[in-house]
């Protein structure tokens, strides 16, 4: 699947999307937020406050608790301050 | 006749008064027009802001201000509406973003105007950069804004 990430966390991670194989055993965004922590010390501190993290999957806003399985794009970003 | 719903992300500024013109132009059914212009302030918390950097998710960004125009019309008896935001920089005293309802009563039209940009502050994916001489910092979300979306979820 392909995940994209914006504004710090984009920054933290250090790119701006790549496409990942998460093991059978990830099966939620929190889940993969875990996963994704251990996977260097840029994605360390990206997520070093889960549930700061919003997560969207094909374009849309989904729960800490949404299953990733289907999905085609996940985005992770901090809260939005647009307008 | 335009279409009833407009959605642009765009980089360069916008002309309200063209904007507003779209919508109402050969039109003898509207009877209210209420715009919202977002517009950069040149300093925050007292602190001088040099510019600000405008990131979005494209396609969701659109997307998701689509959803909230549907809800809108669902909501309001609106004749049209026209949303643009922009990204990129973004000076002290520029247009940031532009929220236009039109429809026959005012009512409708300050509401929806309204419910729009409480749902853009908090749910359309844009993020604010701020550039001062101190450095660059992203702009932290504020509570008064999830609060102000809120509202509108009350039965």
Redesign the interface.
């Given at each position: 699947m392909k995940v994209?990430y914006?504004?710090?966390v984009r920054e933290r991670v250090g790119k701006a999307e790549e496409t990942i194989e998460p093991p059978a055993g990830v099966g939620t965004v929190d889940e993969l937020i875990a996963w994704l922590s251990k996977q260097g010390e840029g994605y360390a501190y990206a997520f070093e406050r889960p549930r700061v993290i919003r997560a969207?999957i094909d374009?849309?806003?989904v729960k800490p608790d949404a299953a990733i399985a289907g999905a085609k794009e996940i985005?992770f970003?901090?809260?939005?301050?647009?307008? | 006749m335009t279409n009833a719903v407009t959605i642009r992300i765009q980089k360069a500024d916008f002309d309200t008064a063209r904007e507003i013109a779209a919508l109402t132009a050969g039109r003898t059914d509207i009877g209210a027009v209420v715009s919202f212009s977002?517009i950069c302030r040149g300093d925050e918390g007292g602190e001088k802001i040099a510019a600000l950097a405008?990131?979005?998710?494209p396609?969701?960004a659109e997307?998701?201000i689509g959803r909230h125009v549907d809800e809108a019309m669902s909501r309001w008896p609106l004749s049209a509406v026209t949303v643009i935001?922009r990204v990129g920089t973004i000076t002290p005293g520029e247009n940031?973003?532009l929220v236009v309802t039109t429809s026959q009563h005012r009512q409708a039209a300050f509401q929806a105007a309204e419910f729009l940009?409480d749902y853009?502050?908090?749910?359309?994916?844009?993020?604010?950069?701020e550039e001062s001489a101190s450095g660059a910092s992203?702009?932290?979300?504020h509570a008064r804004d999830d609060a102000a979306a809120a509202r509108w979820t009350k039965s």
């Open positions: 994209k914006f504004a710090w969207a374009h849309a806003h985005a970003f901090p809260p939005m301050t647009g307008g | 977002g405008l990131e979005h998710y396609g969701m997307e998701e935001h940031i973003v940009m853009l502050k908090t749910s359309a994916p844009f993020w604010k950069k992203w702009v932290e979300a």
